[in-house]
Nanobody
Framework: QVRLQESGPGLVKPSQTLSLTCTVS??????????WTWIRQSPEKGLEWIGYMEYSGRVYYSPSLKSRTSISRDTSKNQFSLQLTSVTPEDTAMYFC??????????????WGQGTQVTVSS
C-alpha cells in the first residue's frame, strides 16, 4: 500500500517562500513509471495542477506557476518537495501530493496525500 504524507508550515507570509515535503512509503519515488505530483485546491480556483517530478528526476511545471515553482527530491528519504516563491494570498489553498501514472495520453492519480492547508497572510 502506497502512502503519501504532506508536511510543512501552515502559515506563510506574503512575499516569502512556501516549502512543502511529501514523504512516500510503500513505493519508491524512482520506480518507473510514476509521476510525483503537486496539486492544490481552493474555493476560488478549484483544483490546480502545480507540477511533477517524474521517476527519472525530470520536472514539469504549470506554465502559470513555472517562474515561481521548484520541485526537488531526496531519494535517500523517499521524499519530494515543493517550493513556491513570492507567495501572495492567492496562493492560499489546500496542497496535495499525489502519484500519477500515464493513462491515455494524460495522467491519472492513484494515490493521494491527505492534503495540508497553507494560508498566506501577514
Amino acid at each position: 500500500q502506497v502512502r503519501l504524507q504532506e508536511s510543512g508550515p501552515g502559515l506563510v507570509k506574503p512575499s516569502q517562500t512556501l516549502s512543502l515535503t511529501c514523504t512516500v512509503s510503500g513505493g519508491s519515488i524512482t520506480a518507473s513509471y510514476f509521476y510525483w505530483t503537486w496539486i492544490r485546491q481552493s474555493p476560488e480556483k478549484g483544483l490546480e495542477w502545480i507540477g511533477y517530478m517524474e521517476y527519472s528526476g525530470r520536472v514539469y511545471y504549470s506554465p502559470s506557476l513555472k517562474s515561481r515553482t521548484s520541485i526537488s527530491r531526496d531519494t535517500s528519504k523517499n521524499q519530494f518537495s515543493l517550493q513556491l516563491t513570492s507567495v501572495t494570498p492567492e496562493d492560499t489553498a489546500m496542497y496535495f501530493c499525489a502519484r500519477g501514472l500515464s493513462d491515455l495520453g494524460g495522467l491519472r492519480y492513484d494515490y493521494w496525500g491527505q492534503g495540508t492547508q497553507v494560508t498566506v497572510s501577514s
